[in-house]
Structures are given as structure tokens and as C-alpha cells.
């Protein structure tokens, strides 16, 4: 087996600060192990993590490591990308701080599409602080804060980040590690904002009070509640393993994919004064005219123009460049309609 | 070139001078133009980059990580706002990280009166956050002195290798001036701090030694650490000593103002002396000390319930009496009242 990931680690600073039977650990050899195969290193790369037991990722990581305050990785990693793109930018942390304190963050960062890798350690539980229920926590499951049963349902992921413009959503478990691994590489591969979703276990503040004797239950557990679902998907169910993605054209920046209409030569168009402008004003079914940048456009399919001869300050029949140019509105909303003529 | 040049403009160009290349902020009435500043001005010069930010604690947290990434960055705010940036100013210290935070005041707590100014926010730079941590703040009164102290507050910060805190007010963000900006020498110090990505280093805001380790349970590391920071501040801050002293020989009154109050009082220069602190914090207390002794009266003019003044009475071991310019009131003729009443005898 290839050790050379272990350069990767703060080996100086073990033994680490996790509890026998941690997933957290998992994650940590298995995100090191990635970043290897891909050949960067600590000139190139830097993680980033919030507060908990899974935000000391990294600072056992040999790499430069940000160690922001609770819930704040994602917005911290996103500005080191935006001054430093050459920086390839992992964050490693936890369900309470991605989802919970960082719950805006995550949704504004995923919406501006940074090129970060998120892997978020979900053990469902707030494990440092001794065991209190977190916004993943299935509902019913008793913690310290939920003695009866948590009352409200988790909050899903899942189904959070797939509204986002271009996404990446990985769900994958501690325990199905082939799977595991293909996630992470995928997620550092995806040029955007890509969030992997790893069910991990935290036995000593969760996993004993649901009845569970060891971390292995916990994984036997994890390997009852969900299966692997192969090959592309746009959405994964509650209880899905896999990587879901958007579609090409979805990861293609909108502003790119705007049509062009085709340019119409000025000089085939019908030219008009303005005084024969000014008689297309809609009165006694006449349709509406307008002229605007030297075109002429008809907007009598406009429901704003219909049946009246102007519409709040623009005049039907006239030159409305000026007009246009300071209104509220873009030129967009002239563009949308037939070109009849030029002005003369 | 002389042209008309608002507050905002001012703070924002000469964050420019002094190299920022960062700016992070949510729209906030009276910085929003220094935000439309940072647009414009990143239009025409691709180096430059700002994040219209979901929240202050983004903003905040984006100015304090850019500044680790290489960036000298800063964000503007008001009270509000600065309210929720005190975690991240807490973690700058922490972490070691320069960049400057423009909190140009208005009348609080909450919401309070968004459109009218104060001063009172002067407690919130040093104790917003939590623990004990040693910001340096100035504050302008002038057009001029925005684009003037914001360079400098940049040089502190690179000095003091922490987060400075350039204080304004909401008529000092919309005071248009004449001035030449081009024609105003400052001077620049650059980067000190090495970016991310050169080697393995641990960005913290738990405490830790030196090489990065995380030391929670040890006193003695927290000392050290604490009296470091402490000792860089003040020797970064003593670059600084910041004052305007008009004095004026017969009169036996010291009239204490800074910012908005203190262009509100100048008339009054006749009258008395008048003091004015630019470096708001660390309080310039052998400055203070030496220029009040001679008094037997002193008033502090300010634009809230006596922050400043507590802070004078701290360091000179003294009373003084106090003119509260309340709910963005600031009114030459009122002040003068009060301080003809303070002077007869009805102290408050």
C-alpha cells in the first residue's frame, strides 16, 4: 500500500485529539490520500475548516491551514480562491458548521459557484460540544438536547445544494470506502462548487446513546440505511449513495449561452420620419411604434402599450432613446420585439 | 486635479493609495458608496476585487481571509454592521491578519436613526469581540484627513499585523470637499505578512504556540502570547500619535471633540482651547495628560453618552464635564448652551 499520503499529515502532532472509533480520521487519510494521487502539495494547496471536532482537520494537514471561526470556512475559502486562483482550495469540516451556523454562507457560497472542494465530516450530531442534536439529526434520534426525540426533520443537503446554479452533490459514507474515495477524487476534480456529503459515525456522543455498542455497528447501520446508486444523477433520494450533478449546459455561465440574434443590414429596413412615426400610436387600431438607437420596433404585442396611447412615461410614436437610456428598465425589453423599420 | 470629493470617495481612494486590492462589504446606509466604489473602480482594474457579501460576518470574515491570501483588503460598515463583524475583528488579531474595517457611525443600538449621525461606537472597537484585544482606530474630520488616515490605518495595520478600525460618521461620509487627492503625499508600507501557500503553516483563532500547535489548556503560552500582542500594538500605535491642539492663551476651558464635533466647534476657537484625538484608540493618554493640566475645566463634545469621556476621565484621573451631542443633534447653538451651563456650575 502507497504510505506517501502520510507526508500530508502533521504525524508530530499525533496522537490526534479524535475519540476511538471516529470517522473523522477516515476522512482525513482519505482526503490526503486524494490530494496525493493528484500531486498537490502544501506550495499549492490550502484546507480550510470551522470549528468542531471535524474543523481540527486541518491543522493536522500539512499544508497552509485556515482555521476560521465556527461556521465561517466557506466564505473564507472562497475569498482565497477569488485572490489566489492558483491555490487549489479544499475545506474540511462538519455538519453543525457547514449546515447549521454556516447555513448562509453555504447557500450564498454554492450560489457564486467558487472552484472549492467541500467535504463536510456529517455525523448528524455536535460531537465536541458533547453530543447535541445538529440540523442533520434524523428525526427521533434522542441526544442530549433532544432526550424524547428530536422533534423536527434534518435538514437535507441533498436537496439544498441541487437548487443551486451549477452543483455537485456527493453523498457517500465512512464505510462504503471504494465509493468513498471515488467521491472525493470527483469532487476535487469538478471546477466549481462541489460539496461531498460523508455519513460518518460518532460513537462515543451519538452512536452509545441510540443503542449502538461499537463504531462497527454504527457502520453495519449506515450499510442498512443506504445503497449505492450508480451512474449519472441530477438528484439522489434520502437514502442514495452517489454524486449528483448538474448537466453541461447547467455548468456553462449563463451570460455565455445568451442567443445572438442575427444583426439585420440598417439599409434593408423601411425607413421612417418622424413625423410618419408619430401616426403608429395605437389609436383606432393603428399598431404601436416606437424608434429607439435609429430602429424602429413594434410593440403592439406589448400588454404594457395595449390599448392606450402610451405606457407610464414612454410615448407611443416617438423617439424614445433618451427615454430609455434613463429608465429603471434594460434596452433588453425593446430588443425582445420585431425590428419594422429605421428612422430616416 | 481639484474636484469635489465626498467622505466615502475619499476613504476608498485612499485605501487604494495605500495598495488595497480587496474590498468586502453588504450594502449599508452610509457606506454603501464606498461598496459602489470598489464596483466601479474594479471595472477598470481587473486586480482589484470586492464581494458584495451575503452578511457583515461574510464581509468581515472575506476581508480577514483575503488579507491571509496576500491581499491588503479592508470592508466598510456602520454600526449595525460592525456589530456583526466583531467575531471576525476578534479573529484578525488571532490570526494575525492586516486589513482595515471602516465603521462610519449612526445613531444606534439596532437599527436606531439609519440616516442621522453619531459617535457612538467608540466602546464597540475595543470591546465588541470577545476577550481582551488592542485594535488601533483613527478618526478623520475632514475630506482630506478620510483619504489621508485611511492610508495610514493601512500602514498601522501592517505594523501591528491586525485588523485597524477607521472610524467616520455619517456626515463625515457624505461631507463633500474640494480636493486634489493626487496632490496628497502618503506613504506606503508594504506586505510584511508571507501570503498562503509558502509552506505549512496553521491560521488559528485558537490560541498556539509558535510553531502552530494548539495550546488550550496552557496559561503561561496565553501570557506570552497576549503580552506580544499587547507590546506590538502599542509600538505600532506610538508611530501614531495623532493629535490637533488649538490652544488659546487666556481661556481656562479645554473643549475635548474629534470627528463631525469637533468641525462643529471649531467656531469656538476663540473662546476656548480645543483638543482634538485622531488616533481614537489607544487613548492618547500622555498626550492628554500633558495638554490638560492646565485647565480647570474640561468639556468633551461628543456624539454619544460619554464614551470618550470616560476614557479621558481614565487616563488623566479627573472628572470632566460632559456635552452629549444625542440622536444625531448637532447643533453649535445647543452645544454652546450646554457649555455655557456646564460652565456655571450644573455639571452632568
Known amino acids: ?344 | 486635479m481639484k474636484r469635489l470629493v465626498s467622505g466615502n470617495e475619499a476613504i476608498f481612494q485612499g485605501a487604494v493609495r495605500a495598495g488595497a486590492s480587496y474590498f468586502a462589504g453588504y450594502p449599508i446606509s452610509p457606506t454603501s458608496e464606498i461598496l459602489q466604489q470598489a464596483v466601479l473602480y474594479s471595472e477598470e482594474n481587473p486586480g482589484f476585487q470586492f464581494l458584495q457579501a451575503e452578511d457583515e460576518i461574510a464581509a468581515a470574515i472575506a476581508t480577514i481571509s483575503a488579507s491571509l491570501a496576500g491581499a491588503k483588503s479592508f470592508a466598510a460598515t456602520s454600526g449595525p454592521g460592525f456589530s456583526l463583524m466583531q467575531e471576525a475583528l476578534g479573529w484578525g488579531h488571532v490570526v494575525e491578519a492586516p486589513c482595515v474595517f471602516v465603521n462610519s457611525m449612526r445613531v444606534g443600538p439596532s437599527t436606531g436613526m439609519p440616516t442621522q449621525p453619531a459617535q457612538s461606537d467608540l466602546l464597540q472597537i475595543k470591546a465588541g469581540s470577545a476577550g481582551d484585544y488592542y485594535p488601533i482606530a483613527f478618526y478623520p474630520n475632514s475630506v482630506k484627513e478620510c483619504f489621508l488616515l485611511t492610508a495610514t490605518a493601512f500602514n498601522a495595520a501592517e505594523e501591528s499585523l491586525s485588523p485597524t478600525i477607521l472610524l467616520a460618521d455619517a456626515f463625515l461620509s457624505h461631507l463633500y470637499e474640494i480636493v486634489d487627492l493626487e496632490d496628497i503625499a502618503t506613504e506606503v508600507i508594504p506586505r510584511s505578512k508571507e501570503p498562503l501557500g509558502r509552506g505549512q503553516r496553521l491560521f488559528t483563532g485558537t490560541v498556539h504556540d509558535k510553531m502552530g500547535n494548539l495550546k488550550t489548556n496552557d496559561s503561561e503560552i496565553y501570557r506570552g502570547w497576549l503580552w506580544e500582542l499587547k507590546g506590538r500594538h502599542h509600538r505600532a500605535a506610538e508611530k501614531y500619535p495623532l493629535f490637533e491642539y488649538l490652544p488659546r492663551k487666556d481661556s481656562e476651558t479645554l473643549l475635548i471633540a474629534f470627528g463631525i464635533a469637533s468641525r462643529i466647534i471649531s467656531s469656538l476657537k476663540d473662546r476656548f482651547s480645543i483638543f482634538r484625538p485622531i488616533r481614537i484608540y489607544p487613548v492618547l493618554e500622555k498626550e492628554l495628560n500633558e495638554v490638560t493640566r492646565s485647565y480647570r475645566h474640561i468639556i468633551v463634545v461628543e456624539g454619544n453618552d460619554g464614551q470618550y469621556a470616560s476614557w479621558v476621565e481614565c487616563a488623566i484621573c479627573r472628572k470632566v464635564m460632559r456635552v452629549p451631542c444625542l440622536g444625531g443633534g448637532f447643533k453649535l447653538k445647543w452645544i454652546q448652551s450646554q457649555i455655557e451651563e456646564c460652565l456655571r456650575g450644573t455639571t452632568r
Request: with cysteine; charged share 25%; aromatic share 8%.
Open chain 1, 1 to 344: 500500500m502507497d504510505r506517501s499520503y502520510k507526508e500530508l499529515l502533521k504525524l508530530r502532532r499525533f496522537p490526534h485529539t479524535w475519540c476511538p472509533g471516529c470517522g473523522i480520521g477516515a476522512v482525513l487519510k482519505n482526503v490526503a490520500m486524494a490530494i496525493k494521487e493528484l500531486g498537490w502539495n502544501d506550495k499549492n494547496t490550502v484546507a480550510v475548516s470551522g470549528i468542531g471536532c471535524s474543523g481540527r482537520m486541518s491543522g493536522y494537514m500539512n499544508l497552509d491551514a485556515v482555521h476560521t471561526p465556527h461556521g465561517r470556512a466557506l466564505t473564507s475559502a472562497e475569498t482565497i480562491k477569488t485572490i489566489r486562483p492558483d491555490l487549489n482550495v479544499i475545506v474540511l469540516s462538519g455538519d453543525g458548521d457547514l449546515a447549521s451556523i454556516g447555513g448562509n454562507h453555504l447557500l450564498h457560497t454554492s450560489r457564486r459557484n467558487p472552484n472549492i472542494a467541500v467535504f463536510c465530516n456529517d455525523n448528524e450530531i455536535y460531537g465536541l460540544t458533547g453530543g447535541q442534536a445538529g440540523p442533520t439529526t434524523p428525526k427521533g434520534a434522542k441526544t442530549i438536547t433532544s432526550p424524547r426525540g428530536e422533534p423536527n426533520s434534518p435538514l437535507r443537503l441533498g436537496h439544498l445544494l441541487t437548487q443551486q446554479a451549477p452543483y455537485f452533490y456527493a453523498r457517500t459514507t465512512v464505510y462504503h470506502l471504494n465509493h468513498f474515495k471515488g467521491c472525493i477524487r470527483e469532487a476535487l476534480l469538478w471546477k466549481g462548487f462541489s460539496f461531498v456529503d460523508i455519513i460518518s459515525d460518532c460513537i462515543e456522543l451519538n452512536g452509545r446513546r441510540l443503542g449502538f455498542k461499537t463504531a462497527h455497528q454504527m457502520f453495519k447501520w449506515f450499510d442498512e440505511r443506504f445503497h449505492i446508486v450508480e451512474g449519472e444523477r441530477d438528484h439522489l433520494r434520502d437514502d442514495e449513495l452517489g454524486i449528483a450533478r448538474a448537466s453541461e449546459e447547467e455548468v456553462i455561465p449563463s451570460a455565455e449561452r445568451v442567443e445572438k440574434k442575427p444583426e439585420i443590414p440598417m439599409e434593408s429596413l423601411k425607413p421612417f420620419t418622424l413625423e410618419e412615426l408619430q401616426r403608429f400610436d395605437g389609436t383606432a387600431g393603428k399598431p404601436i411604434y416606437i424608434a429607439y438607437k435609429g430602429k424602429v420596433y413594434d410593440l403592439s404585442s406589448s400588454p404594457l402599450f395595449q390599448g392606450e396611447k402610451r405606457m407610464r412615461c414612454h410615448i407611443a410614436g416617438k423617439d424614445l432613446t433618451k427615454d430609455i437610456d434613463g429608465a429603471p428598465h434594460g434596452e433588453d425589453l425593446v430588443f425582445k420585439f420585431p425590428v419594422v423599420g429605421r428612422l430616416a
